[in-house]
């Protein structure tokens, strides 16, 4: 089955700066990447999402990138905010098939 | 649009016991998946339904069951209950099967005593 690496496991930063999360997964089939934040005491949310197809995909200050061909694919949160601390989980899937989840990032932005 | 919602949010079960968790995915989302999250194992896959029917399943034992109604709403069941299974239980829905944007739940915290 597929195989989901999430580096690092904690990260800290400064407030502005910015924060990048990489994963690695090993299906080759896999063709959607979403990317989750939870907080404490809540279930995972949604954040971004990216397609086998696509390279990159924005919304607002967050940012994924895929490279198919090395297979890994990252999160990119730039002018980082307190209320950007919580924990981020990257995902792989294949079509017909179940979520394979990384580890986790515990993110702390620094006031 | 309400989002997915579990119940109970908080159970306090004792070794041996068994218990069900509840389940009401997004409107219109037809599955259901089921995970396991504790701090040392993430986020694990138990099964997902669609449309009454198990689609998948992940590595755990029989006394792991779920279902699925006509309504979409779905359970999931475990029996003799181990302390191992104390987790937060979360369930995620999907417009449609294996791929497709999947929203989470709270979760129910189960702890086993």
């Known amino acids: 089955g597929e195989n989901v690496e999430q580096h690092p496991s904690t990260l800290s930063v400064q407030e502005g700066d910015s924060a990048v999360i990489k994963c690695t997964y090993s299906?080759?089939?896999?063709?959607?990447f979403p990317w989750y934040k939870q907080e404490l005491g809540k279930g995972p949310q949604l954040i971004i999402d990216?397609?086998?197809?696509?390279g990159e995909k924005k919304d607002q200050r967050i940012a994924v990138t895929l490279n198919k061909t090395a297979k890994h694919f990252s999160l990119h949160i730039t002018e980082t905010q307190p209320e950007d601390s919580a924990v981020y989980f990257c995902a792989a899937s294949e079509p017909g098939n179940q979520f394979y989840f990384g580890t986790g990032t515990s993110l702390t932005v620094i006031p | 649009k309400a989002g997915v919602t579990q119940t109970p949010r908080y159970l306090i079960k004792t070794r041996g016991q068994q218990v069900t968790l509840s389940c009401s995915p997004i409107s219109g989302h037809r599955s259901v998946s089921w995970y396991q999250q504790t701090p040392g194992q993430g986020l694990q896959f138990l099964f997902e339904?669609?449309?009454?029917?198990?689609?998948n399943k992940g590595n755990f034992p029989g006394r792991f069951s779920g279902r699925q109604f006509s309504n979409s709403r779905s359970e999931m069941n475990v029996s003799t209950l181990e302390l191992g299974d104390s987790a937060l239980y979360l369930c995620?829905?999907?417009?449609?099967?294996?791929?497709?944007?999947?929203?989470f739940g709270p979760g129910t915290r189960l702890t086993v005593t």
């Open positions: 339904y669609f449309s009454e029917t198990q689609r």
């Open positions: 995620a829905s999907s417009y449609d099967t294996g791929g497709g944007e999947q929203y």
């Open positions: 299906d080759s089939a896999s063709n959607y």
């Open positions: 990216i397609r086998s197809n696509v």
